[in-house]
């Protein structure tokens, strides 16, 4: 069975340019989460879906993200327009059920804003 | 607020020996913990979980402790080995929260040979 798999592994663009970061979940995964490392700080939430419902966002940092998941399946976050901030490394997880379910991360991609 | 954090940021240990690497937790609300580990170039892989109405649970050469009273979760590796170099990553989802991980900073185990 295929893990996760992210797309691209790394991107490097300059500020004010804007990137979309794909996810494949794990095939039968309903739940899709969404996390981001910033350098030398923790990995931290950004949203989840349940299938193609946004279930929390409440990580989201602000309006210049956008995530969707058309049809459950794989998912995109675009980020418009990209701040030097926005750096980091953007993981993704998928789980069958909710919570309390081994969520099953990817290998990231790897974002640099110039 | 919630936060999840390692009392160590790195560890360093000779091939052979035991680690053990620590986390602190604040939300008592919390019921599952997990401890990933995330080598270079890949992202974190699950390692052992534990559940609040445990204090302590085996593994294939690892164990986690959690000591509730004190919020304090921990995880050692016994008989270390270099593919254990990694960071390790703490995590608790918080009761009837969806799900979603609240991670630690991150611990970077080095296994000396």
């Known amino acids: 069975e295929a893990g996760v798999t992210q797309f691209p592994s790394h991107s490097v663009i300059e500020k004010g340019q804007t990137v979309t970061l794909r996810c494949d979940p794990i095939?039968?995964?309903?739940?899709l989460y969404w996390y981001r490392r910033v350098m030398g700080k923790e990995i931290k939430f950004l949203l989840h879906?349940?299938?193609?419902?946004?279930?929390?966002e409440s990580g989201m940092p602000n309006n210049r993200f956008l995530a969707e998941r058309t049809g459950g399946t794989y998912s995109t976050l675009k980020v418009q327009p990209a701040e030097l901030e926005d750096s980091g490394v953007y993981f993704c997880?998928?789980?069958?059920?909710?919570?309390?379910?081994?969520?099953?991360f990817g290998p990231g991609t790897r974002l640099t804003v110039l | 607020g919630e936060s999840v954090g390692l009392h160590l940021p790195t560890l360093s240990v000779q091939e052979g020996d035991n680690s053990i690497i620590n986390c602190a937790y604040s939300?008592?609300?919390?019921?599952?913990f997990i401890w990933y580990k995330q080598e270079s170039g890949k992202g974190p892989q699950f390692i052992i979980d534990?559940?609040?109405?445990?204090d302590k649970r085996q593994g294939q050469r690892v164990t986690v402790l959690l000591n509730k009273t004190v919020k304090h979760l921990s995880l050692q590796i016994a008989a270390t080995q270099p593919g254990d170099s990694a960071v390790y990553f703490c995590?608790?989802?918080?009761?009837?929260?969806?799900?979603?991980?609240?991670f630690g900073q991150g611990t970077e185990l080095s296994v000396k040979p």
């Open positions: 997880a998928s789980s069958r059920s909710g919570a309390g379910d081994t969520q099953y």
């Open positions: 879906f349940v299938k193609e419902s946004k279930q929390d």
């Open positions: 939300n008592s609300a919390s019921d599952y």
């Open positions: 534990i559940r609040s109405n445990m």
């Open positions: 095939s039968g995964h309903d739940n």
């Open positions: 995590a608790e989802i918080p009761y009837n929260q969806g799900g979603k991980l609240i």
